[in-house]
């Protein structure tokens, strides 16, 4: 069984400073990350991904994410926000690299508040 | 154009009534997903569907069906509605062979009165 831990609900940053958005996974075998952003009465966009290869994973909009596989990490991080960053962000996880007939397991999101 | 669409966007009803959500996907996709999100943003898996299989969410009430008319649609039909079915439901869908990269509808909010 997989599971995603984001253990920030809520995290105020201001305005062109840096954010980390944690997310911690388990799993018994390999897995697929992925951050998707959720904009207010919007569906899930997908930031990023990590499939293999380098563990440094550049997104969408200026996000990057790492996967640390000792710590069983793949934090979210933008050197600078914008207002319009403000958003759900969802850590998830799969295990399935054929396409997920499984689905996705998402961690409980993690709302980026931006202030000015 | 839309790659992956859901009507109705909102949808308000009664207890005990029966409602379906339509989700429509353009993309060639194989398979396709149902997602809950309750009023704590939480989301989970409700099904998943290709044209080889249905896997089923074990916590899903058998009042929840999926049903998918051809390989571009797989609508949600609900049974006696429930208030604490009142959620956001989010259709997906994704290719086999690129590692569960999942693309999301807009969401339909259902609120059961």
């Known amino acids: 069984a997989q599971s995603v831990t984001q253990l920030d609900s809520q995290v105020p940053v201001f305005e062109e400073a840096p954010v980390e958005l944690r997310c911690n996974y388990s799993s018994s075998v390999s897995v697929y990350l992925f951050w998707y952003v959720q904009y207010p009465n919007q569906g899930l966009q997908l930031l990023l991904k990590y499939l293999s290869g380098s563990t440094l994973v550049k997104g969408i909009n200026g996000f990057e994410a790492e996967f640390n596989k000792s710590q069983t990490s793949f934090h979210l991080r933008k050197p600078s926000v914008h207002i319009s960053d403000t958003a759900e962000y969802f850590c998830?996880?799969?295990?399935?690299?054929?396409?997920?007939?499984?689905?996705?397991?998402f961690g409980k999101g993690t709302h980026l508040i931006i202030q000015p | 154009d839309t790659a992956v669409s859901q009507t109705p966007k909102y949808l308000v009803t009664q207890m005990g009534n029966d409602k379906s959500i339509k989700c429509e996907q353009n993309l060639g996709h194989d398979t396709m997903y149902w997602y809950k999100q309750d009023s704590k943003k939480f989301l989970k898996i409700m099904f998943s569907y290709n044209n080889k299989e249905l896997i089923i969410n074990e916590t899903v009430p058998n009042r929840f069906s999926p049903k998918s008319p051809d390989k571009a649609h797989l609508n949600l039909h609900i049974n006696s509605l429930e208030l604490g079915d009142s959620a956001v439901y989010f259709c997906?869908?994704?290719?086999?062979?690129?590692?569960?990269?999942?693309?999301f509808g807009p969401g339909t909010r259902l609120t059961v009165l």
């Open positions: 997906a869908s994704s290719r086999q062979g690129l590692y569960n990269e999942q693309f």
């Open positions: 998830a996880v799969s295990d399935d690299p054929g396409g997920g007939a499984d689905g996705l397991t």
